[in-house]
Structure formats: structure tokens, C-alpha cells
């Protein structure tokens, strides 16, 4: 074969004397919209290809959607493309389909908008949050620091929206005498600016100064807004020819822009070096500058021969292309065709070969890594659930009466204990992340938590508060139930299994519950939890010596409310516990306060709904009721039984959920219902009260007259 081969080469390169072919490579383009500025880059683009042999363009707009930009690349995969240069619609939308062209083995460059993921080969583009700032710094020059704001942001959820609002955000900050009246959501079109504009409900009629995230908005922005002479505009893109950003600065329709390069030769030769493999950098920042009246005029000057240029390019290409048609018609070229397909044939089995090979390699080394982490995060697990059973009983030893009334002889061993645990704490965790992160990369740093606690609203006191601790080592449980016993009511379970089955039984209103045990693991127990609609609205905290990141997305994944990683502060659990029951309790108040003014009655109407389209769970159970209202033998045991219930299991959800029964949330529903139709149909009383599913007319207004102090007549 290495003979074939050298012969193969010898011809080729005879050939090459003669005549010579480049390889052709398949680049696609994928912008998230069509623009103006878009059609800009694109034709830089193409100008790119003039000065670099075998360069095969494929553009494709998504038109801000994200399932067609996500079907386009998925596409581009399947027609075979050398690399992706990608523009995302938004931050995290089309991220999962870019991930797919990267990890198969494809190129990808993100150049103007960024993506979540780190699935890049290199990016592209101008810094959006700095160019955010400057023109923040601009505005505030502008306005001497002193005056009124507003922002126009672009689409939701793409990267440069979201990074030029905080860079003009923090610009602003350090002038307290300038106000940002209002941030509007627009879309980078001219009509969302106007649009939000006429939608805003607050004063708008004596703003200084508009920033618009691009000059389009800006420009809507001066069209819609009451008293326009008054403002002043600027955006950011300073686009070239007429109607366009810096034509608006010479007009004086706009005070200034900000230039956003496209720069689509410098993306396309970034290209090229990485498919020739040549080096390149993995950040590329594209540098912008501040267009003013004063440079305006210039810079179209400079549009205009730069365009007479490009036209003179496109016309030599064509040239170009001519000639080189007639020469692919040569018969050199032919047989190097025909050579060329045989070396790559010869090269693709040496290829293959190698990829066989390497993949072998790659497969055993990723074997042996995954055996290596599942031993230290074992090894984590028994070091950790000891010293969370010396650390934490120490520290509380050491605030009882009977140490603070101890010699100092006494104190003085128990903090020389202390402080030995907690430098054999810190050791261990050393040695584990360093060993662990050495393996895989990790380096991410775990969250801190804040361990200040949210009083809870009363229920009595904390004592009426259930919770649930499920964890296969009776030491941890016995540990976590000294440090909870005194607030709440405690029950155990030694492991998944036990405790899914205890949920179900006495529905908790909180469970804290280990990752690493037998028969059921905390991951799989916490995901049933939350899958089960008995007790799926309770919190769950996770306990674990798995401190790694991305075993914490694993377990926020599975639906874990918390995660709080082993040894712990006894303080940080509390505070985690009494933050998310206080949050469950808010809940409740939204339900079980009512007043009697028509106002506030409104208001409370208001409130219910929102909460109910929250959460699935009472969406569901008010659909049901809404539909069936009409039924006066409408029971507790026909609601359960349609959201899969029984009796006990529904009415512990809805009081858990709303402070209320069942029996009592219907009546509330019906007489909501009640006092709607009264107020717009001309239907009697006595027909509203049948249609809302009471039997009794006299009972109905009793009810109405309670719980919303006033008859239905007085309506």
C-alpha cells in the first residue's frame, strides 16, 4: 500500500507542474434573521471566497425563528458541510442543534451572537456589552448627568440584547442623576420599537435621551414618541448607504451610532485556518467606534469607494470563473481528477484505519476515567459522611452551657479538636476536587449559599411543619434530626425506597434526603417524588458528597429543589429549610386572604388566576371544576378520582398548596364564577346560583354575602 501510494504522489505531483486543484470545502452560514446588516456580512462573505481557492458557500436565514434555524442546521449536517459559521437567534434556544454539528466532528464558529454552550471551535464578533456601556457613557456625556432615559432592547433572549442593556445599565449606574424610565422590549425591527412605545402605560412625554439597541429602533423611536423635538436618539450597527444608521447621524435623525463590524473577510479567513489547520485564535473580538456628525460624511465617502471597489472585485471574478471553466475542460486536469480521487481512496483507508484505532484508545481511556471517578466519588462519600458527623455535632457541642461553664483547659482541647477537623476537612476536600477535577476537567466553582433564613408566616408555629429525612446511615439521621427536632416534626426512612413510600403516606411538607443509598439513590427517589402527583409540590434538599458541578446539575435535573453538599453548616441547612417553606407558604396567603371591598376583591381575583397558571397542578384542578361547575353533586372523590387522587391524597395537595380544602376552594371557584355572571349577563340570581351549581338560592347568597361582603342583589 505505501507503494501505491508514493506512485499515486509522484504523479500528482507531475501533474501539479502543470495544473493544480484545490480542495473545495462545504462552509454554511446560518443567521439567525435577514437584515440590512446581514446582507452586509453575507456579501463580505462572498467577496471572502475571491481570495481563497475551493471555498464553497452555503447561507440560510432562520427569520428569528428558532425551529427553523434548528431544522436548517440539522441540514447542513446531513448535506455533508466542512465547517458552520452560525449567528444564534437567542442565547440557548438553538443551542442543543449546534452542539449536535460540533460533536460531530464538524467546525463551528459563532460569530455577532453567543450561545451557552462551550461546544465551539472559536467566536466571532464586537463586544456587546461594551459597546452597551459606551454608549451609556456617550448619553451620560451628553446629558451633562443630569435628565430622563429610554432604552429600546432588542430580541429577547439573544446575546447581544442582553449584554448591551447591562453594559449601559452599569454605565448609568454611576450617574444617579440620569433616570431610566423604562427598558422596552423590541425586536431589532423599526415597527417593535413603535409598537412598544404606544403599549407603554407610563410617562413618556419628556425623555432627553433614546437609546435603541440597533439604529432601526432608534429611528421607530422618533416616530412614536410624544414630543420628539425634545429627545435625542443614538443606536448602535452604523450601517453604510442611504436610510441606514450613518446617513441618520448626517440627517440628524439620530445624535450618534455605534459602529457593529460585520468584518465578514476576517470570519471567513478565520475559517480557513482552522479547516487548512492553521493556527487561530478561539476569541476574536471585533472592534467598533462612535459615529457623530462630525465623521458621518466621511465614512459614506468611504462606503461609496469601498462598494465601487467591490463592484470591480465581482467583475474580475466573473472574469476569473470563465477562465477557469475553460481550463477544467483540459485534459491535465482530468487525469489529476482521476488521481486525486485514487489518493483519497488510498488516504481514506489509511484514515479509516487510524480512526479505528484511535477510537479504541479513546474508548478504553474514557473506561478507565469513568472507573477512576466512580472510585473517588465513593471515596468522597465515606470521607465526607464522617466528618459531617464529627464537624457537626462539634460545633454544637461547643454553644452548649455546659462547655461555655468548662475550665479553659477544657475549651481550650475542644477547639484544638475543632480545629484539627477542620483542617482535616479542608484537606480531604482538596485532595478529592484536585484528583477528581484532574480527571475530568471540571474546574467550575461550586455556588455558595446564602444561610440567612426567610422567617416562616405562622402556622401555629414551626412545630406543625413536617419533615421527612431519608438517608441509609442512621448516624446522618440521627445527626440531622437533633438539629431539626426542636422546629419540626420529624420522620425517617433508611432509604428511597422507604421514604417514597412514607411521602405518599404522610406527605411531607419538606424532605432532606441523601444521594448515595442502597435499593432506591436519592436522584432516582427525588425524581419520582417530583413526577408523582400526590407530592410533587414538595421541596426536596439533596445531601451529598458528590460536590462536582455537574453532579449538581444532575440533581437540580431530577428535581431538586436544593442541593447542599457534605460536610454542612447545620446553620445553612435551617436557613435552606425555613427559605423554601417560606416560599410555599406565599402560596397559601394568595388564596386565604380575602377582603370585602370590591377593589380588593378584584385584586385577589386577579392574584388566584396568575398563581393558578403557575402551577400545573391547580390549573388542571380549576379546568376540571370550570367545566363541571354546573353539577351540584360535583365531589371531593370525583375531582380526585379525574386527577388520578384519592380523598385523603387531594385534599393534603390542596391544603399544602392553597391553605385551603378542596370543598372550599370549589365553593370559592363557584362563587367567582357567580359574581362574573352577575355582573355581565341579565341572568336572576336564583338562574346564577342553579348555573354555578348551588341548589339552594338562599344558601347561595348566605355564601356570596360571606365571602365577598356584599348580596348579588347589591351588584
Given at each position: 500500500?505505501h507503494?501505491?501510494?508514493?506512485c499515486?504522489i509522484?504523479?500528482?505531483?507531475f501533474?501539479?507542474?502543470c495544473?493544480?486543484?484545490?480542495?473545495?470545502?462545504?462552509i454554511?452560514?446560518?443567521?439567525c434573521?435577514?437584515d440590512?446588516?446581514r446582507?452586509?456580512?453575507?456579501?463580505?462573505?462572498?467577496?471572502g471566497t475571491?481570495?481563497?481557492?475551493?471555498?464553497?458557500?452555503q447561507?440560510a436565514s432562520?427569520?428569528?425563528?428558532?425551529e427553523?434555524?434548528?431544522?436548517q442546521?440539522r441540514?447542513f449536517?446531513?448535506?455533508?458541510?466542512?465547517?458552520?459559521i452560525?449567528?444564534?437567534?437567542?442565547v440557548?434556544?438553538v443551542s442543543?442543534?449546534i452542539d449536535?454539528?460540533?460533536?460531530?466532528?464538524?467546525?463551528?464558529?459563532v460569530?455577532?451572537?453567543?450561545t451557552n454552550?462551550?461546544?465551539?471551535?472559536?467566536i466571532?464578533?464586537?463586544d456587546n456589552h461594551e459597546?452597551g456601556?459606551?454608549m451609556?457613557?456617550?448619553i451620560?456625556?451628553?446629558?451633562?448627568?443630569?435628565?430622563r432615559v429610554?432604552?429600546?432592547?432588542?430580541?429577547?433572549?439573544?446575546s447581544p440584547?442582553?449584554?448591551?442593556?447591562?453594559?449601559?445599565?452599569?454605565a448609568?449606574?454611576?450617574y444617579?442623576?440620569?433616570?431610566?424610565?423604562?427598558s422596552?422590549?423590541?425586536?431589532?425591527?423599526e415597527?417593535?420599537?413603535?409598537k412598544a412605545?404606544?403599549e407603554?402605560?407610563?410617562?413618556?412625554?419628556?425623555i432627553d435621551f433614546?437609546f435603541g439597541?440597533?439604529?432601526?429602533?432608534?429611528?421607530?423611536?422618533?416616530?412614536?414618541l410624544?414630543?420628539?423635538?425634545?429627545?435625542k436618539?443614538?443606536?448602535i450597527?452604523a450601517l453604510?448607504g442611504?436610510g441606514?444608521g450613518?446617513?441618520?447621524?448626517?440627517d440628524?435623525?439620530?445624535d450618534a451610532?455605534y459602529?457593529?463590524?460585520?468584518?465578514?473577510?476576517?470570519?471567513l479567513?478565520?475559517?480557513?485556518?482552522?479547516l487548512?489547520g492553521k493556527?487561530?485564535?478561539k476569541?476574536?473580538p471585533l472592534?467598533?467606534?462612535?459615529v457623530?456628525?462630525?465623521?458621518a460624511?466621511?465614512?459614506?465617502m468611504?462606503?461609496?469607494e469601498?462598494?465601487?471597489q467591490g463592484?470591480?472585485?465581482?467583475?474580475l471574478?466573473?472574469?476569473?470563473?470563465?477562465?477557469?471553466?475553460?481550463?477544467g475542460?483540459?485534459?491535465?486536469?482530468?487525469w489529476l481528477?482521476?488521481c486525486?480521487?485514487?489518493?483519497?481512496?488510498?488516504?481514506?483507508?489509511?484514515?479509516y484505519?487510524?480512526q479505528?484505532?484511535k477510537a479504541?484508545?479513546?474508548?478504553?481511556?474514557?473506561?478507565?476515567?469513568?472507573?477512576?471517578l466512580d472510585f473517588?466519588t465513593?471515596?468522597?462519600h465515606e470521607l465526607?459522611?464522617p466528618?459531617?458527623?464529627?464537624?457537626?455535632?462539634?460545633?454544637q457541642?461547643?454553644?452548649t452551657n455546659?462547655?461555655?461553664?468548662?475550665?479553659?483547659?477544657?475549651t481550650?482541647?475542644?477547639?484544638?479538636?475543632?480545629?484539627n477537623?477542620h483542617?482535616?476537612?479542608e484537606?480531604?476536600?482538596?485532595?478529592?476536587d484536585?484528583q477528581?477535577k484532574?480527571?475530568?476537567?471540571?474546574?467550575q466553582?461550586i455556588e455558595?449559599?446564602d444561610?440567612?433564613?426567610?422567617p416562616?408566616p405562622?402556622?401555629?408555629?414551626h412545630?406543625d411543619?413536617?419533615?421527612l429525612?431519608?438517608d441509609?446511615?442512621?448516624?446522618?439521621?440521627?445527626?440531622?434530626?437533633?438539629?431539626?427536632?426542636?422546629?419540626?416534626?420529624?420522620?425517617?426512612?433508611?432509604?428511597?425506597q422507604?421514604?417514597?413510600a412514607?411521602?405518599?403516606?404522610?406527605?411531607?411538607d419538606?424532605?432532606?434526603?441523601?444521594v448515595m443509598m442502597?435499593i432506591m439513590?436519592?436522584l432516582e427517589f427525588c425524581?419520582r417524588?417530583?413526577?408523582?402527583t400526590?407530592?410533587s409540590h414538595?421541596?426536596?434538599?439533596?445531601?451529598t458528597a458528590r460536590?462536582?458541578?455537574h453532579?449538581?446539575?444532575?440533581?437540580?435535573e431530577s428535581?431538586?429543589d436544593?442541593?447542599?453538599?457534605?460536610?454542612?453548616s447545620a446553620?445553612l441547612?435551617q436557613?435552606?429549610i425555613?427559605n423554601l417553606l417560606?416560599?410555599?407558604?406565599?402560596l397559601k396567603?394568595?388564596?386565604?386572604?380575602?377582603?370585602?371591598?370590591?377593589?380588593?376583591?378584584?385584586?385577589n381575583?386577579?392574584?388566584?388566576?396568575?398563581?393558578?397558571k403557575e402551577?400545573?397542578?391547580?390549573?388542571?384542578?380549576?379546568?376540571f371544576?370550570d367545566?363541571?361547575?354546573?353539577?351540584?353533586?360535583?365531589?371531593?372523590?370525583?375531582i380526585?378520582?379525574e386527577?388520578?387522587?384519592s380523598?385523603v391524597?387531594?385534599?393534603?395537595?390542596?391544603k399544602a398548596?392553597t391553605?385551603?380544602?378542596?370543598?372550599?376552594?370549589?365553593?370559592?371557584?363557584r362563587l367567582?364564577?357567580?359574581?362574573e355572571?352577575?355582573?355581565?349577563?341579565?341572568k336572576?340570581?336564583a338562574?346564577?346560583?342553579?348555573?354555578?351549581?348551588?341548589?339552594?338560592p338562599?344558601y347561595f347568597?348566605?355564601?356570596f354575602?360571606?365571602?365577598?361582603?356584599?348580596s348579588?342583589?347589591?351588584l
Amino acid at each position: 500500500m505505501h507503494k501505491v501510494l508514493f506512485c499515486a504522489i509522484l504523479f500528482i505531483t507531475f501533474l501539479s507542474a502543470c495544473t493544480k486543484q484545490e480542495k473545495t470545502y462545504k462552509i454554511a452560514v446560518s443567521q439567525c434573521s435577514q437584515d440590512i446588516w446581514r446582507d452586509k456580512l453575507n456579501t463580505e462573505l462572498k467577496i471572502g471566497t475571491y481570495f481563497q481557492d475551493g471555498i464553497e458557500l452555503q447561507f440560510a436565514s432562520a427569520d428569528d425563528s428558532d425551529e427553523k434555524q434548528i431544522e436548517q442546521i440539522r441540514q447542513f449536517i446531513a448535506d455533508s458541510i466542512d465547517l458552520l459559521i452560525v449567528a444564534p437567534n437567542q442565547v440557548s434556544t438553538v443551542s442543543p442543534a449546534i452542539d449536535e454539528v460540533f460533536d460531530y466532528g464538524i467546525p463551528v464558529i459563532v460569530f455577532d451572537r453567543k450561545t451557552n454552550s462551550e461546544k465551539f471551535t472559536a467566536i466571532i464578533g464586537a463586544d456587546n456589552h461594551e459597546m452597551g456601556r459606551l454608549m451609556g457613557e456617550y448619553i451620560a456625556t451628553r446629558l451633562k448627568g443630569q435628565g430622563r432615559v429610554l432604552e429600546i432592547k432588542g430580541l429577547k433572549g439573544s446575546s447581544p440584547a442582553i449584554e448591551r442593556h447591562e453594559g449601559f445599565v452599569k454605565a448609568l449606574s454611576a450617574y444617579p442623576s440620569i433616570t431610566l424610565v423604562a427598558s422596552l422590549q423590541g425586536d431589532w425591527t423599526e415597527e417593535s420599537a413603535i409598537k412598544a412605545i404606544k403599549e407603554y402605560k407610563g410617562d413618556l412625554t419628556n425623555i432627553d435621551f433614546v437609546f435603541g439597541q440597533n439604529d432601526r429602533m432608534a429611528v421607530g423611536a422618533s416616530k412614536a414618541l410624544p414630543n420628539p423635538t425634545r429627545a435625542k436618539y443614538c443606536g448602535i450597527d452604523a450601517l453604510p448607504g442611504e436610510g441606514n444608521g450613518i446617513a441618520c447621524v448626517r440627517d440628524s435623525i439620530l445624535d450618534a451610532s455605534y459602529i457593529y463590524p460585520t468584518r465578514g473577510d476576517e470570519v471567513l479567513q478565520l475559517a480557513v485556518n482552522i479547516l487548512e489547520g492553521k493556527p487561530y485564535k478561539k476569541e476574536n473580538p471585533l472592534m467598533g467606534a462612535l459615529v457623530t456628525r462630525d465623521n458621518a460624511n466621511v465614512l459614506l465617502m468611504q462606503f461609496e469607494e469601498m462598494k465601487r471597489q467591490g463592484e470591480y472585485l465581482d467583475q474580475l471574478h466573473s472574469r476569473a470563473d470563465n477562465y477557469l471553466h475553460q481550463l477544467g475542460n483540459q485534459r491535465a486536469i482530468t487525469w489529476l481528477a482521476l488521481c486525486l480521487v485514487f489518493l483519497l481512496l488510498v488516504l481514506f483507508v489509511v484514515i479509516y484505519r487510524y480512526q479505528l484505532q484511535k477510537a479504541r484508545i479513546v474508548d478504553e481511556r474514557n473506561k478507565m476515567e469513568r472507573e477512576q471517578l466512580d472510585f473517588y466519588t465513593q471515596v468522597s462519600h465515606e470521607l465526607r459522611t464522617p466528618l459531617t458527623l464529627i464537624e457537626g455535632p462539634l460545633n454544637q457541642l461547643a454553644t452548649t452551657n455546659d462547655i461555655q461553664k468548662a475550665s479553659t483547659e477544657a475549651t481550650g482541647l475542644l477547639a484544638i479538636v475543632q480545629r484539627n477537623t477542620h483542617q482535616l476537612s479542608e484537606i480531604i476536600n482538596k485532595m478529592l476536587d484536585m484528583q477528581v477535577k484532574g480527571k475530568v476537567g471540571d474546574n467550575q466553582t461550586i455556588e455558595k449559599m446564602d444561610v440567612a433564613s426567610a422567617p416562616l408566616p405562622d402556622k401555629g408555629s414551626h412545630m406543625d411543619y413536617t419533615v421527612l429525612i431519608v438517608d441509609d446511615n442512621a448516624d446522618v439521621r440521627a445527626y440531622l434530626r437533633s438539629i431539626l427536632q426542636d422546629q419540626y416534626q420529624i420522620n425517617e426512612a433508611a432509604d428511597g425506597q422507604q421514604g417514597l413510600a412514607l411521602a405518599n403516606e404522610i406527605v411531607p411538607d419538606l424532605i432532606v434526603s441523601d444521594v448515595m443509598m442502597p435499593i432506591m439513590n436519592g436522584l432516582e427517589f427525588c425524581h419520582r417524588v417530583k413526577d408523582n402527583t400526590a407530592t410533587s409540590h414538595i421541596p426536596v434538599i439533596l445531601l451529598t458528597a458528590r460536590a462536582m458541578s455537574h453532579h449538581q446539575i444532575e440533581g437540580y435535573e431530577s428535581g431538586a429543589d436544593a442541593y447542599i453538599t457534605k460536610p454542612f453548616s447545620a446553620d445553612l441547612l435551617q436557613a435552606r429549610i425555613s427559605n423554601l417553606l417560606a416560599s410555599r407558604i406565599k402560596l397559601k396567603a394568595l388564596f386565604t386572604a380575602t377582603t370585602n371591598t370590591e377593589e380588593s376583591n378584584s385584586q385577589n381575583e386577579k392574584t388566584n388566576e396568575q398563581v393558578v397558571k403557575e402551577d400545573a397542578f391547580l390549573k388542571k384542578f380549576h379546568t376540571f371544576i370550570d367545566n363541571n361547575m354546573t353539577d351540584s353533586d360535583l365531589s371531593v372523590e370525583t375531582i380526585g378520582a379525574e386527577l388520578g387522587l384519592s380523598r385523603v391524597q387531594l385534599y393534603r395537595k390542596i391544603k399544602a398548596l392553597t391553605g385551603l380544602s378542596p370543598v372550599e376552594l370549589l365553593r370559592k371557584a363557584r362563587l367567582l364564577k357567580a359574581k362574573e355572571l352577575i355582573k355581565g349577563t341579565d341572568k336572576t340570581i336564583a338562574e346564577v346560583a342553579y348555573e354555578v351549581g348551588f341548589t339552594a338560592p338562599s344558601y347561595f347568597t348566605k355564601c356570596f354575602k360571606e365571602e365577598f361582603g356584599i348580596s348579588p342583589s347589591d351588584l
